[in-house]
């Protein structure tokens, strides 16, 4: 091994400790290296020779030339932040670099009727009960895909979420019809050891790519012309849970968010909510 081969690896497991410390998710950590690394690779040189000029230019590369989406650019711009900060002990250099501004943009909301349908055409149990997990118990991807079995607790009827963004523990729901999805699920693929949703290989869960095809396919065979994706069940079922009237308080604990401020852009979402008001010019010929 060279040395700046054992240079580079030696700064990639300095990297990894860093995030492991600070308890970051192992797909977080997994997405961090990887962005670092690929952003060495451009420079054919190690992290720790380059500076702000080069950040500028890769990012300007990644936006202008690579035309990357914003939530790639973000997660590039956390792993630099993140690596000069703390692997690079060089805090002025991550503050020089800003996360772009985001947009209001709020996702169009399936109808109860196109979630129905659309759970209706997943084709497999499996990739049922994932997207079943996403609507049921309003979790995000990658928290279904790390449930252990021992994670749905049908005596309580609650789903415990231990891999939760930013290490953050909590319950879910476990609805009647969640669990019977489940069940079925478990008798077909008998899942052993950590993982609920296990690889064929046996090493390790099962990967994201599995459930964005199969939500992806299901809302073409069920005739859906919306942009359906597996994160749009979490939106859809707390915007729904607000149109039942569920305290917004409730829906902030169910999705784990970290403030009210957060839950309160489903309030954008609902349709129902802006229908209940009544407008004023239609109130102009009353007395």
């Known amino acids: 091994?060279?040395?700046m081969k054992k240079k580079t690896t030696s700064l990639r497991e300095k990297m990894r400790t860093d995030l492991r410390i600070r308890n970051y998710s192992p797909h977080t950590e997994q997405v961090y290296l990887q962005q670092v690394a690929w952003y060495a690779e451009f420079f054919k040189k190690s992290?720790?020779?380059?500076?702000?000029?080069?950040?500028?230019?890769?990012?300007?590369?990644?936006?202008?030339?690579?035309?990357?989406?914003l939530a790639?650019?973000?997660?590039?711009?956390?792993?630099?932040?993140?690596?000069?900060?703390?692997?690079?002990?060089?805090?002025?250099?991550?503050?020089?670099?800003?996360?772009?501004?985001?947009?209001?943009?709020?996702?169009v909301i399936l109808t109860k009727e196109e979630v129905h349908q659309l759970l209706l055409s997943v084709d497999g149990i499996r990739e049922k009960a994932i997207l079943s997990l996403l609507y049921g118990a309003g979790l995000r991807l990658m928290e279904a895909l790390t449930l252990a079995p021992t994670d749905i607790d049908s005596k309580r009827m609650l789903v415990r979420v231990r891999h939760g963004k930013g290490?953050?523990?909590?319950?879910?729901?476990?609805?009647?019809?969640?669990?019977?999805?489940?069940?079925?699920?478990?008798r077909v693929y008998q899942p052993k050891g950590e993982w609920l949703f296990v690889r064929k290989d046996g090493k390790g869960h099962l990967g994201e790519s599995v459930a964005q095809r199969a939500c992806s396919e299901?809302?073409?065979r069920a005739g859906i012309t919306k942009r359906v994706y597996p994160h749009l069940l979490r939106h859809s079922?707390?915007?729904?849970?607000?149109?039942?009237?569920?305290?917004i308080r409730v829906i902030g604990e169910l999705l784990g968010h970290a403030t009210i401020k957060t839950t309160m852009r489903y309030t954008h979402m609902s349709n129902k909510l802006f229908r209940s008001v009544e407008c004023p010019l239609d109130t102009l010929t009353q007395p």
Not at 61 to 69: A, D, F
Not at 85 to 107: C, G, M, N, Q, V
Not at 168 to 180: G, I, V
């Open 237 to 247: 079922y707390a915007t729904h849970l607000l149109e039942q009237g569920t305290d």
């Open 1 to 3: 091994m060279t040395a």
């Open 47 to 69: 992290p720790l020779e380059l500076g702000l000029d080069h950040v500028r230019q890769y990012l300007q590369y990644l936006r202008e030339e690579k035309k990357v989406s």
């Open 167 to 186: 290490q953050q523990e909590r319950y879910a729901q476990l609805s009647p019809t969640l669990l019977a999805t489940l069940r079925e699920y478990y």
């Open 218 to 220: 299901a809302a073409k």
């Open 72 to 107: 790639y650019f973000r997660q590039t711009v956390g792993a630099l932040r993140f690596f000069y900060k703390y692997t690079a002990d060089k805090e002025w250099l991550k503050e020089r670099i800003a996360y772009p501004k985001l947009s209001k943009h709020f996702p």
